[in-house]
């Protein structure tokens, strides 16, 4: 157990001490700083009159039949907050992917692989040492950006919307799912440009599945079964995009199907990786 919590350890501190990650922090804080001093709050005789976000004003949800303006407080707080859940997804998980990206290919470089393997672990261990610290590095940076944009909205309006902290789970785990291509890419070539190459490229393909309602109907009868079949096996990264967006609005969500099938890929791609590794002659 020690030997694989120190690689968990060893793989977050070498994570951690990318410039890209710490790039990520730093946006990270800006945000914080950024969403604490935009919001206004004006309190008259101890009850809410005014709110102002970015010098754009709303009011409270008590003055929202009077006609005087369609965004409440509570709206306000929703729409920041889904604001931030889909930049975290999106913007977020392209960049962490970036700066992950090296780390298992330099993780079977000559040297470094012998020394982790000497270890007393076995490969698969060794491996999951790494995946588990690569996840834990972007689950902070995560909950530190959503988390910290949540307390802050809250603490400030009172209006408390625990939803989108589920939010934060789906990036991370899309994340992992995400991370399970570049793992695959790079135990099979170990070249990072690959990895990434791939893991975007499902990203841009999932785009093209979210519109499969729309596209398989016009298929034939070879390239309709062989869509479906892409859709089914491939992650939907664009399509959990809307239950990131429902949960951060705090609003049912319609299908989980999309989150469920990205995870399966991704548990088979670290199981693949996971095959490959043991079997590697190193």
Not at 248 to 261: D, E, F, K, Q
Request: glycine share 10%.
């Amino acid at each position: 157990m020690r030997p694989l919590l120190g690689l968990v350890l060893m793989t977050f501190r070498e994570l951690w001490a990318r410039k890209i990650v710490l790039g990520l922090f730093i946006v990270s804080s800006l945000v914080l700083l950024a969403v604490t001093f935009a919001l206004n709050l004006d309190v008259v005789e101890g009850s809410l009159a005014g709110i102002r976000l970015f010098g754009q004003d709303a009011m409270p949800e008590a003055d929202a039949n009077d006609g005087a303006s369609p965004l409440t407080l509570t709206r306000l707080v929703v729409a920041v907050e889904s604001v931030v859940a889909g930049a975290a997804y999106w913007i977020g998980i392209l960049l962490a992917l970036f700066a992950s990206a090296s780390l298992f290919p330099d993780l079977q470089s000559d040297g470094r692989v012998e020394l982790v393997l000497s270890k007393p672990m076995g490969r698969v261990q060794a491996l999951c040492g790494h995946v588990l610290g690569v996840w834990a590095a972007v689950a902070a940076l995560t909950l530190y950006l959503m988390g910290g944009v949540w307390l802050i909205m809250s603490l400030k309006t009172g209006v408390w919307n625990p939803q989108f902290l589920l939010s934060l789970l789906i990036v991370v785990g899309m994340f992992a799912a995400m991370y399970g291509a570049v793992a695959l890419m790079g135990v099979w070539t170990e070249s990072t440009a690959l990895g990434l190459i791939v893991s975007y490229g499902l990203i841009f393909v999932s785009m093209v599945l979210a519109a499969a309602d729309q596209i398989a109907p016009t298929l034939g009868p070879v390239g309709k079964p062989v869509f479906w079949g892409l859709y089914h096996a491939l992650p939907n990264f664009t399509e959990v995009t809307r239950i990131v967006s429902s949960l951060a609005r705090g609003a049912a969500v319609a299908s989980w199907y999309p989150l469920v099938s990205s995870l399966l890929f991704g548990g088979v791609a670290y199981t693949v990786t996971g095959y490959w590794f043991a079997r590697r002659d190193f």
